[in-house]
């Protein structure tokens, strides 16, 4: 049995540890199953779908060849039994094949009796289990059990059929291990699949869209395929749930293409091969219609061929993958990784039968667990990469805000320079506009700096600018900013001053400046400056104001230095007091 009855082809840490381990049980627990294998211990009868199951005597059964013609009849399949089996009282069947209108088992017993169990497409009853199993349980009676016959009613495939022989309490206990190693792999696929949709509509991915999609569509075939499905949608059972699994392993395939091709940019593969990729992912994708559909008796030879196609669509990818790789590319990188088992898987089960391992789940099973491995690869690797995108934009982010910091700072006292100033002031001006408070603009400009620099050297001007600018900065705060403007000259802009307060403001400025101690760089010699004060009501844009400012500061100067000129507009024009205010601060 492979995809529903067409072929067998189709984050990690912890989690892929437990589905290995889930794997491994399937493998270590005991197992006495006997398989019922056409060829080697089943005889085969066609008859017509018309003819009762009491008619099992009168077939005529051949034990040599391999039947035809049965896919518009019954095929009737019986297998002896003997060893083990046939002293056992409480055997069971379990048979792994769903592609089929009708199936109807025959438990034979030495006294001749027969005993009919039967299941039909859409009313599987309660003979389904997880793992794509039918369960029968021959009936406990004191003669020995010697025949076991299962009759299908239009039949897709016998080459997909297994059924194995098994006692009653080591079939309870795998089909309670198939479904928790089912189960623990669908809601891996089923948190995978949210996860990559989330990532992808929160960076806008394309690829993870497609890797979303690809986990969506194995999560479905896995649940259809597994019969998990049948505790909800009990009507879907039987060959309507066989082919749509059988139209999605298609599916999947040439959404996985999609996906790994995606993922890689365009620039970093000969397009040749993306296109091969694409060509061969949708043309297995298209083909699991017809496969789906048909009855034919060349279901296997188109099983196999579409096997190879899948295959060779495979290949592609991994070499497209690998030649964008060696270009750089880490998305191929992590896809290469991520596609490594489940190609492992399929080279695997294409090299050796496992259909009657793994508790009867064979190919399917393992190649669930691929899967799920791949799905939870690509989430960490996307996570991954998204983390180090992330780190690399905080750090670009981080360095352009330095950048930003250190453009708008005076690189000798540390001070907001021009340009940071008016960054900081804009929003003062605009609350003082918005509030209808005073706005005034400070210039204070050193007295005689080039004397310093001239007398005793640039490191000692360097050095009182830099303990000016110290007393200078205790003025910053929410109602004030300062900033040195450029060469002997800063700022400070306050909001909410206005009048006889502003005045003894910019007093106290003059005099805290004044009062600087520069005896270690320039002896005795006292340091003093100028203001130029601009007030105005309402408050306008920060060039109006330092004109008005620059017009007071060159007052002061050519008043004799040492001294706050303020000058106040309204929106009259200059305020008549002006020269009045002077006279009062200089003196």
């Not at 928790?180 to 990532?199: P, Q």
């Not at 090299?351 to 791949?374: C, H, M, P, R, Y």
Request: glycine share 10%; charged share 20%; with cysteine.
């Amino acid at each position: 049995m492979t995809f529903g009855g067409s072929f067998r082809g189709s984050l990690c840490g912890r989690l892929a540890l437990a589905l290995i381990g889930l794997l491994l049980a399937c493998l270590a627990l005991p197992a006495h199953a006997a398989p019922l294998a056409l060829n080697e211990r089943l005889c085969h009868a066609v008859s017509g779908a018309d003819r009762n199951d009491e008619a099992l005597s009168t077939l005529a059964f051949s034990c040599e060849g391999s039947p035809a013609g049965y896919q518009q009849g019954s095929l009737w399949l019986r297998a002896t039994v003997d060893g083990p089996a046939a002293s056992r009282a409480d055997n069971t069947l379990m048979v792994h094949y769903s592609r089929f209108d009708r199936l109807a088992v025959g438990f034979t017993y030495a006294d001749g009796t027969t005993r009919w169990q039967r299941v039909r497409q859409g009313d599987y009853g309660s003979h389904w289990r997880a793992g794509g199993q039918i369960l029968f349980e021959a009936p406990d009676r004191a003669a020995p059990l010697v025949a076991v016959t299962m009759r299908f009613d239009r039949l897709g495939g016998h080459q997909y059929v297994r059924a194995r022989l098994v006692p009653k309490a080591e079939a309870a206990m795998q089909a309670a291990g198939m479904a928790a190693a089912v189960g623990a792999a669908l809601t891996l696929l089923l948190v995978s699949c949210i996860y990559s949709l989330s990532l992808a509509v929160a960076v806008r991915r394309q690829y993870l869209a497609w890797q979303a999609a690809w986990s969506g569509m194995m999560l479905v075939w896995g649940a259809i395929w597994s019969q998990a499905h049948l505790a909800l949608l009990p009507a879907m059972a039987g060959s309507l749930s066989a082919r749509i699994a059988t139209f999605l392993a298609c599916l999947a395939i040439a959404v996985a293409t999609m996906s790994a091709v995606q993922a890689v940019g365009r620039d970093k593969a000969p397009a040749p091969l993306r296109t091969a990729a694409l060509v061969l992912g949708l043309g297995v994708g298209i083909a699991g219609v017809p496969l789906a559909l048909t009855r034919s008796a060349n279901l296997g030879l188109w099983g196999d061929m579409l096997g190879l196609a899948v295959i060779a669509d495979l290949v592609v990818v991994a070499l497209y993958l690998c030649w964008a790789w060696r270009r750089g590319s880490v998305e191929a990188r992590d896809f290469l990784a991520a596609w490594g088992l489940p190609m492992a898987t399929l080279a695997f089960i294409h090299l050796i039968d496992v259909e009657n391992a793994f508790w009867g789940g064979g190919s399917k099973l393992l190649i669930l667990f691929a899967a799920t491995w791949q799905a939870l690869w690509l989430a960490a690797a996307a996570t991954r990469r998204l983390a180090d995108l992330r780190i690399e934009r905080d750090s670009a982010r981080a360095a352009e805000a330095q950048a930003r910091e250190l453009a708008s700072r005076d690189p000798l006292t540390g001070l907001p320079n021009r340009r940071g100033f008016v960054e900081s002031v804009t929003p003062l001006l605009d609350r003082a506009r918005a509030d209808n408070l005073p706005a005034a603009l400070l210039l204070v400009d050193i007295d005689r700096f080039k004397s310093i620099n001239d007398i005793y050297g640039h490191e000692a001007g360097d050095a009182v600018l830099c303990e000016i600018a110290r007393r200078i900065e205790r003025w910053e705060g929410p109602m004030c900013s300062v900033a040195r403007l450029g060469g002997e000259e800063f700022g400070l802009l306050t909001i909410g001053m206005e009048g006889i307060v502003l005045a003894r403001f910019a007093e106290s400025v003059r005099r805290g400046i004044a009062a600087c101690d520069h005896r270690d760089v320039a002896g005795d010699r006292r340091v003093t400056a100028s203001v130029g004060v601009a007030e105005v009501r309402p408050a306008c844009d920060f060039q109006r104001l330092y004109r008005i400012a620059d017009e007071a500061l060159y007052d002061a100067k050519r008043g004799g230095r040492d001294r706050v000129v303020v000058q106040r507009f309204t929106d009259a024009g200059p305020a008549p007091d002006a020269e009045d205010r002077e006279a009062a601060l200089s003196g």
